[in-house]
């Protein structure tokens, strides 16, 4: 399309694969806006897209994302209060034929798959390295490290005797992310094979909350059981999480931190793992006596000529 609509603390540039949010900066703009400065959101990663009536005499053009789609709106898990919400252009209303007008223009670029769960992230998340101060902590992130380093005026005494922590994303498994606006905000890092310490949660994509915290996994448990390693049930004991207080860890510094760790999680489980040749070779002896067994439940009756003629062939291929 081309063209630029302008609105209340945004701009929206529409292109032909995609809309270029451009945020305004200023005293009345949400600092999660001026903290993302601009966003590229793909035509993909959109589900819907909605014109209502706003507040005093606006109207309100809402690109609705994927679920999965954006790693900000997934850390976020619907805790986002509706005026910092990246997704909603707000215009006076003389202007609501104009939107109606690109609200079309969006709805016929969307793909069959629009209602459906995104696969993988479709919009960037916010880049390392990031920092921001917690109320016992300063959690860093420079994009394959998460340090925490503790300040003794908050920090609990079982963080001080854990001391200093360090996690690699490659040893995650998610993310817990409270608002700060809610009561007992934190952030909290999820290692591989802990259990989550909300109840409920589960493995995927999917958000689980739980007593108002967001909690996201991108794991696949093993099969067997896997008893969960366990952890503290308040964040403020356990050496994995950072909590909030007034002015400590704020919505525009902590949600684009646990958005950028969570793209960075996603991204570092997705990548193929290379197997050596001598893992994927069998011993010859044990196929050998895996086709003479199989030739026994042949003769038997127990097994097909076709399945004992592909069952021997995929043997045969392992060697």
């Known amino acids: 399309m081309g063209d630029v609509l302008a609105g209340i603390h945004a701009t929206w540039e529409f292109d032909t694969d995609s809309v270029l949010i451009r945020f305004e900066r200023g005293i009345r703009t949400p600092k999660l806006f001026q903290s993302l400065r601009e966003r590229r959101i793909p035509h993909a990663a959109l589900s819907s897209v909605t014109l209502t009536p706003g507040k005093r005499g606006t109207v309100v053009l809402h690109a609705v994302p994927r679920p999965g789609a954006d790693p900000l709106l997934e850390a976020a898990a619907g805790q986002l209060k509706d005026g910092s919400d990246p997704y909603r252009l707000v215009l006076p209303a003389e202007r609501e034929t104009l939107a109606e007008y690109y609200a ?18 479709l919009v960037a998340a916010p880049e390392a390295p990031m920092h921001f101060k917690a109320y016992d902590g300063r959690a860093s992130f420079d994009g394959n490290r998460i340090s925490f380093r503790w300040f003794w005026t908050g920090a609990s005494t079982a963080k001080w005797k854990a001391g200093d922590q360090t996690f690699p994303v490659s040893e995650l498994s998610g993310v817990e992310w409270r608002s700060p606006e809610a009561f007992d905000g934190y952030l909290r890092l999820v290692p591989q094979g802990a259990g989550s310490t909300d ?8 958000p689980v909350t739980g007593n108002g915290a967001a909690v996201l996994r991108t794991d696949t448990a093993p099969p067997g059981p896997q008893p969960p390693a366990p952890r503290p049930t308040q964040a403020d004991q356990d050496p ?25 999680v996603r991204r570092k489980q997705s990548m193929p793992v290379a197997v050596p040749a001598s893992a994927m070779r069998r011993d010859p002896a044990d196929i050998a006596e895996r086709i003479r067994h199989l030739g026994e439940l042949h ?18 291929a392992e060697l």
Request: charged share 20%.
């Open 104 to 121: 079309d223009e969006l709805r016929a670029l969307l793909g069959p798959d629009a209602t459906e769960p995104a696969e993988r992230f």
């Open 240 to 264: 994995a999480a950072v909590i909030f207080g007034l002015g400590y860890g704020p919505v525009h510094e902590s949600l684009p931190f646990a958005a950028a760790v969570l793209e960075s």
């Open 199 to 206: 109840a409920g949660a589960g493995t995927g994509l999917s």
């Open 299 to 316: 003769q038997a009756g127990l097994v097909t000529d076709d399945e004992f003629s592909a069952k021997k062939a995929q043997l045969l």
